[in-house]
C-alpha cells in the first residue's frame, strides 16, 4: 500500500524568507501527488498536483512543487512566504486514476514569525 | 459558486450518544466522500459514494457508523453510540467524474465526545 511521509511536524519561517515543505511516498509506480493546505477552521484547499510530465508543477499562491523520481519526494517550494501561508500543510498520494483514494501525510505546520 | 457545505461546525455530546452530520457537496458532482481527521493526522477516507451507491467504505467502522445519501446529492454520516475515541473533525468532499477527480473539502465537523 502506499504511504506519504512529511518528516517535519513543525516549521517555523521568517516573512519574506523561501520556504521548502518536505514530502516523501512509498509506492512501486509513478503516483499522482498533491499538496493541500488546511488554515485553522477550513477544510483542505488544492495548492497543486502532478500527474506526469513536466516535474516541476506550479500551483496557486505561489507555490511550486518538485517531483524526483529517484528520491520519492514532491517537495513543495515557495521563494518568499507571506504571514498568511500560515497554515497546515499536507501532501497527499493516489495511485489509481478512476479509484482516486489519497493518502495523506500527517501535516507540516507553517508559523510565520515577522 | 457554492462550496462545500457541512453542518454542524461543531459538536459536542456524550458518549453513547448519537450524532449525525451533514454535507451538500458541491453543484454537478456525484462522488462525495466523507474522511476522518484525527488531531495532529492527515484525513482518513471513511466512506466514497459514486452517486447513490458506496463504492468504497471499507474504512468505514459499520458497528457504529453509517451513511446515506439519498437521491445521490446530500449526505448523512452518523454515529451510534459516539465513542470518547471519535472526538475528531469529520470532513466532506466531492468531485466530478470524468478527469481525475479534484476533491473539494468542506469546513468540515469537530465532533467532541465527552
Known amino acids: 500500500a502506499q504511504s506519504v511521509t512529511q518528516p517535519d511536524i513543525h516549521i517555523t519561517v521568517s516573512e519574506g524568507a523561501s520556504l521548502e515543505l518536505r514530502c516523501n511516498y512509498s509506492y512501486g509506480a509513478t503516483p499522482y501527488l498533491f499538496w493541500y493546505v488546511q488554515s485553522p477552521g477550513q477544510g483542505l484547499q488544492l495548492l497543486l498536483k502532478y500527474f506526469s510530465g513536466d516535474t516541476l508543477v506550479q500551483g496557486i499562491k505561489g507555490f511550486e512543487a518538485e517531483f524526483k523520481r529517484s528520491q520519492s519526494s514532491f517537495n513543495l517550494r515557495k521563494p518568499s512566504v507571506h504571514w498568511s501561508d500560515a497554515a497546515e500543510y499536507f501532501c497527499?498520494?493516489?495511485?489509481?486514476?478512476?479509484?482516486?483514494?489519497?493518502?495523506f501525510g500527517t501535516g507540516t505546520r507553517l508559523t510565520i514569525i515577522p | 459558486e457554492a462550496g462545500v457545505v457541512q453542518s454542524p461546525r461543531y459538536k459536542i455530546i456524550e458518549k453513547k450518544q448519537p450524532v449525525a452530520f451533514w454535507c451538500n457537496p458541491i453543484?454537478?458532482?456525484?462522488?462525495l466522500y466523507w474522511y476522518r481527521q484525527n488531531l495532529g493526522q492527515g484525513p482518513e477516507l471513511l466512506i466514497r459514494?459514486?452517486?447513490?451507491?458506496?463504492?468504497?467504505d471499507s474504512q468505514l467502522p459499520k458497528d457504529r457508523f453509517s451513511a446515506e445519501r439519498l437521491k445521490g446529492v446530500d449526505s448523512t454520516l452518523k454515529i451510534q453510540p459516539a465513542e470518547l475515541g471519535d472526538s475528531a473533525v469529520y470532513l466532506c468532499?466531492?468531485?466530478?467524474?470524468?478527469?481525475?477527480?479534484?476533491?473539494?473539502f468542506g469546513p468540515g465537523t469537530r465532533l467532541t465526545v465527552t
Open positions: 459514494y459514486e452517486n447513490e451507491e458506496a463504492v468504497d
Open positions: 468532499a466531492s468531485s466530478v467524474a470524468g478527469t481525475f477527480r479534484e476533491q473539494y
Open positions: 453543484s454537478g458532482h456525484n462522488t
Open positions: 497527499a498520494v493516489a495511485t489509481n486514476f478512476g479509484n482516486e483514494k489519497l493518502t
